[in-house]
């Protein structure tokens, strides 16, 4: 079956470390998205890619990095300079258009920083 | 800048209530607009989505959402509710700019249903 995966489920961290969180997709969709959940804020993008080897910042890209090496794989890494980065991290696709396929989440990711 | 607003925070409701959760949008140009839904301990499902044509789409579940594009607004209703529609609701928009299009979610709505 088609879908996203995201690994760790739970992921630990201590303050001042980089982690990478990884977004696999079989689902042959050129669009990409990371999402943070917060309680209260909604889901809010972090960043998205179109294409393989581009992407763009969503509205809260500060602290963190994103590569789009493979149509596959989108993975985000938290680094040091993101000041709150426990949160629920969720991977999402789609097709470039809307149309065709919207938005597939995976089941995302829970960092917790300490 | 693009923005989705649901101001209902947290609903409660009885069994067989009415439903409505509204949404609204800010932005003038094409838009595509979605309700996505996360029960407990799931990952987020698509409800319904609007396109063009029929303002009034239906989804899964009994849903359906109405789009007023005068009052960029795009609530979502169901008739009578049932103990497991107990979730969280978001409504996204994506608008259609000309080289790249993103996907805004607004800050979700939190749907109790009393057995």
């Known amino acids: 079956d088609g879908g996203i995966t995201q690994s760790p489920k739970y992921l630990f961290r201590k303050e001042g470390q980089n982690v990478t969180l990884s977004c696999e997709q079989n689902?042959?969709?050129?669009?990409m998205y990371w999402y943070r959940q917060d309680p209260g804020q909604g889901l809010r993008l972090i960043y998205y890619?179109?294409?393989?080897?581009?992407?763009q910042k969503g509205d809260i890209a500060e602290g963190y990095s994103v590569s789009r090496e493979k149509k596959e794989s989108f993975p985000l890494t938290v680094t040091s300079a993101q000041k709150n980065p426990t949160a629920f991290y969720l991977c999402?696709?789609?097709?470039?258009?809307?149309?065709?396929?919207?938005?597939?989440f995976g089941n995302g990711t829970r960092l917790t920083v300490t | 800048a693009q923005s989705v607003s649901q101001h209902n925070h947290h609903v409660i409701l009885s069994e067989a209530a009415s439903l409505e959760l509204g949404c609204n949008y800010s932005?003038?140009?094409?838009?595509?607009l979605f309700w996505y839904v996360q029960y407990p301990g799931q990952h987020l499902q698509l409800l319904l989505k609007y396109f063009s044509g029929d303002p009034l789409v239906k989804g899964i579940k009994g849903f359906e959402a109405e789009f007023i594009k005068s009052k960029f607004s795009f609530n979502l209703r169901k008739p009578s509710v049932q103990w497991s529609d107990t979730a969280e609701y978001f409504c996204a928009v994506n608008a259609l700019y000309s080289s790249a299009s993103k996907i805004i979610f607004g800050s979700g709505t939190r749907l109790s249903i009393r057995p």
């Open positions: 890619s179109q294409i393989v080897n581009d992407f």
């Open positions: 932005y003038g140009g094409t838009v595509n």
């Open positions: 689902l042959n969709h050129d669009a």
């Open positions: 999402a696709s789609s097709d470039r258009d809307m149309t065709i396929s919207p938005l597939h």
